[in-house]
């Protein structure tokens, strides 16, 4: 018998036969569970010795992860695989953590991680305020398994400049596949718009959640193009991407998705125009001073704007401002209605995170409900990420949401213009628009409490952390957007 054929060897035979034996008994009897036990060891031993790996494997499935609501396998919106992944890597990288005793100081101690601490902190103060503590407990728990394994432990893996394009890399690859597959189900339906609500499902619950995601990885799939290093073949598929997203984007029909891009197109304009902070903001203001000044005559403008969501694109576009007779629209502004009577009666505190599905629905006015309103919050929360955040942990919460985004964007502009290497500058001004992106379809729309947004969102923040701690004081290289 050769030598290298030790006990361990005869340990794990046994072992196996031992599963198969058991495992078949379990198949003959109806149970199919059981079969999932070496997928979980392998996840356990992956947790402990590929920690890493096993973080890029759920970045990776994240486009295809399965809501357990949808598939009616419960009444829990749970994400398989990847929330049960990122809530165990939340424990062993705590337990980690406080073993050793240490974290770099530079990490702690930076604007955006600041930011990132104070929000949650503070959520957890309005969870023993909350109205429904158990849903607000449970809310909370599944925002640190995102923000410790995709932000605090990322900004480490992150030192390795490599491994920053491989994570955009491995969602956008299962992105487009998904978008590809979802296109392909669309044109056997003739690209109907009804369908296209629907047409995703299961791998994101709706066409709204579907366009925000689709849009975001558009600016970083540019950005991707502009890398030197690239063979042609990489090239080239990075513009079936292109193409492939910018496709599906069209006919996700999400309206609120197209803004989103534009606006991004203009913060690229700001940046390549050099146009100082300070003239858009009194830009802004103006804009704002002009609207307050004509609020009434713009209301009865928008009140004239009678189109209605269509198949024809010119038509869908236009019905984007209308607030007179789209149900879609007018249901928006009934949720945000609720948002501001909700924050308006428990100012401070609001009503507990994650709780507005389980509240909002008597601070609906008659005169505002819709054919497509519920009192059950089966058909998304405050679609809004701002008066969701304001009606659910008050004005500090909202304040400390908007913190966090103002050191974002602060800190990314401020080292985009500093950094001499132009493939990062490339890299970071790709992640600062698709982070444009989602948060101006947040005005419209939230998902921050889904993998599908978060994990690209908190992977963004650590990139931007991890390029100003790590790598912005690294040689220059010659790639990048001229």
């Avoid at 060897?9 to 031992?18: N, V």
């Avoid at 038509?315 to 007179?324: A, F, Q, Y």
């Avoid at 993998?451 to 969102?457: I, L, N």
Wanted: glycine share 6%; with cysteine; aromatic share 18%.
């Amino acid at each position: 018998m050769p030598k290298a054929f030790s006990i361990y060897h005869f340990l794990l035979l046994f072992l196996s036969i031992l599963f198969i034996g058991v495992n078949g008994y379990f198949l003959f009897h109806g149970n199919y569970y059981f079969s999932l036990v070496p997928l979980a060891v392998s996840v356990v031993y992956f947790s402990f010795y590929k920690t890493k790996e096993l973080l890029f494997f759920v970045i990776l499935c994240t486009p295809f992860s399965l809501n357990l609501e949808q598939l009616s396998l419960g009444n829990v919106g749970f994400y398989l695989p990847t929330e049960p992944i990122l809530f165990g890597l939340m424990i062993l990288l705590s337990i980690r953590a406080l073993l050793r005793g240490t974290y770099d100081k530079k990490l702690l101690n930076h604007p955006i991680t600041l930011s990132v601490l104070f929000y949650l902190f503070w959520m957890g103060i309005t969870v023993f305020t909350s109205s429904n503590p158990i849903v607000s407990v449970k809310f909370l728990i599944a925002k640190l398994w995102f923000v410790i394994p995709l932000f605090f432990y990322l900004i480490i893996v992150f030192r390795k400049k490599e491994t920053m394009y491989r994570v955009v890399w491995l969602y956008l690859i299962s992105l487009s596949v998904v978008v590809l597959i979802t296109l392909v189900r669309h044109y056997t339906w003739g690209f109907d718009q009804k369908a296209a609500h629907w047409i995703m499902s299961p791998f994101y619950k709706d066409h709204t959640s579907y366009g925000a995601i689709v849009a975001f990885y558009i600016p970083l799939s540019i950005g991707l193009l502009y890398r030197k290093k690239n063979s042609a073949i990489i090239q080239y598929i990075l513009i079936l991407f292109l193409v492939i997203l910018s496709v599906g984007l069209l006919y996700s029909y999400t309206r609120a998705a197209w803004v989103s891009l534009v606006a991004a197109l203009g913060v690229w304009a700001l940046f390549k125009l050099k146009i100082h902070v300070k003239y858009v903001v009194l830009l802004a203001l103006f804009g704002g001073f002009v609207g307050y000044q004509y609020y009434t005559d713009i209301s009865i403008a928008l009140s004239k704007n009678k189109t209605d969501s269509s198949e024809n694109i010119s038509k869908h576009i236009e019905s984007i401002s209308n607030v007179s007779t789209d149900a879609s629209n007018l249901e928006r502004i009934n949720r945000w209605n609720c948002a501001i009577r909700m924050f308006q009666e428990r100012p401070v505190f609001g009503w507990g995170p994650g709780t507005y599905a389980f509240e909002y629905a008597p601070f609906q006015h008659s005169s505002e409900i819709t054919v497509i309103s519920t009192n059950f919050g089966n058909r998304g929360n405050a679609h809004s990420e701002y008066l969701g955040a304001l009606s659910e942990m008050g004005v500090l919460g909202l304040c400390s949401f908007l913190v966090l985004l103002f050191f974002v964007f602060y800190k990314g502009s401020k080292l985009f213009i500093e950094l001499e290497d132009k493939e990062l500058k490339t890299l970071l001004l790709s992640v600062m628009l698709a982070l444009v992106s989602y948060f101006v379809h947040g005005v419209l729309n939230n998902y921050l409490d889904t993998d599908k947004a978060s994990v690209p969102v908190w992977t963004c923040f650590a990139i931007i952390v991890a390029i100003d701690i790590y790598h912005s004081k690294q040689p220059t290289s010659s790639s990048g957007i001229q």
